[in-house]
């Protein structure tokens, strides 16, 4: 197992954000230009920035996603941003709801994250997930509530 701090990244929002990006810039992967997609796939795709990858795989932690795209994150997202293969969250069957004003995310990171420190980048997190997190997780935790609005 690794034992590096573990960044959550959601994807919807925090890495695609809803609104376009202020100023148009060119998008660079390992020196090649991330060709438009042209009508094809998710027009959203280009919202992503290329720097976000070089940025998260400077912070030295393992980074995992926590994302309803689950695997096919590795397949689009992570080639766009320049980062490998993550390891990828798998999400429990929703046959049980989460406590009141918890987010259906919360218990299963804290799960995951067995202990060891770790960092959430979400656009959904609340002050109740901040509570349950502090109350159930032995480690240090940050839960980053992403303003989805800003570039």
Do not use: Y
Not at 10 to 37: C, H, N, T, W, Y
Not at 73 to 99: F, H, K, Q, T, Y
Not at 105 to 124: H, I, M, N, S, Y
């Amino acid at each position: 197992m690794d034992n590096r701090p573990a960044i959550f990244l959601d994807v919807d929002g925090p890495l695609i954000p809803f609104k376009a990006r202020p100023v148009s810039r060119e998008r660079f992967v390992d020196s090649a230009v991330v060709q438009p997609l042209n009508g094809t796939g998710n027009p959203l795709l280009d919202r992503l920035d290329p720097g976000d990858g070089r940025r998260l795989l400077a912070l030295g932690c393992q980074l995992v996603w926590a994302t309803t795209w689950m695997a096919e994150a590795n397949e689009v997202i992570s080639p766009r941003l320049g980062l490998p293969d993550l390891p990828v969250v798998e999400w429990p069957d929703g046959d049980e709801d989460p406590e009141r004003g918890l987010h259906w995310k919360t218990v299963c990171l804290t799960q995951w994250a067995a202990g060891r420190p770790f960092v959430w980048l979400d656009d959904e997190t609340t002050d109740a997930d901040r509570r349950w997190v502090a109350a159930h997780h032995p480690g240090r935790a940050l839960l980053h509530r992403v303003d989805v609005g800003s570039a």
